[in-house]
């Protein structure tokens, strides 16, 4: 659901979720296992540009 090409995917470290992000200021949140979509952050979420990278902390959060 992106409007332009996903910069980066990172899965979760326990595999359960991915999220990807984009120089369309979004970072999408999916289910790990089905693909399905469960989250997004968009640039109400303080991103005022492209999104190039993202990271998950040890304990699963982004």
Same mark, same amino acid.
């Given at each position: 659901e992106?409007?332009?090409?996903?910069?980066c995917i990172r899965f979760s470290p +326990? =595999?359960?979720k991915f999220?990807?992000?984009?120089s369309d200021k979004k970072g999408i949140l999916y +289910?790990?296992?089905? =693909?399905?979509?469960i989250g997004e952050l968009s640039s109400e979420d303080s991103h005022k =540009?492209?999104?190039y990278a993202v990271s998950w902390s040890p304990d699963g959060k982004a």
């Open positions: 992106h409007s332009n090409f996903a910069n +326990d =595999g359960s999220i990807s992000v984009s +289910d790990g296992k089905t =693909g399905e979509k =540009g492209s999104v």
